[in-house]
């Protein structure tokens, strides 16, 4: 079964910055593949934050601002995303997300999940 697994959650403060990464399983080549970050906050709905196409073309979600980066490594079936001037309401568990070739319109569905990676970002 083709899944992600995440990494990198921590405990952060206002301002501060994280490196988020998640590792494909189950998938022959990530070539093909769109991979997208997405937030879920305490309380609310999975939203797409970051994705970046097969072809390398990224997206990002309104409330990101310029913020966050997201990366790909096809040779290490990795995908990354960099978080920098983090704010209170980034916190809440982050998703790696997968879909053939393109991003398509925002929110992304994705095929494949993750299981998340926790981030709080408190004082």
């Known amino acids: 079964q083709s899944h992600f697994v995440e990494s990198g959650g921590d405990l952060v403060q206002p301002g501060g910055s994280l490196r988020l990464s998640c590792v494909a399983e189950?998938?022959?080549?990530?070539?093909?593949?769109?991979i997208g970050w997405f937030h879920q906050a305490p309380g609310k709905e999975r939203q797409g934050v970051a994705c970046?196409?097969?072809?390398?073309?990224?997206y990002y979600g309104a409330s990101v601002n310029d913020r966050f980066t997201i990366s790909r490594d096809n040779a290490k079936n990795t995908a990354t995303l960099e978080m920098n001037l983090l704010k209170p309401e980034d916190t809440g568990t982050y998703f790696c997300?997968?879909?053939?070739?393109?991003?398509?319109?925002?929110?992304?569905?994705?095929?494949?999940w993750g299981k998340g990676t926790l981030v709080n970002v408190s004082s």
């Open positions: 997300g997968a879909r053939w070739a393109a991003c398509g319109s925002w929110p992304w569905t994705m095929e494949y």
């Open positions: 970046i196409a097969s072809g390398g073309t990224t």
């Open positions: 189950g998938f022959t080549t990530l070539d093909y593949w769109a």
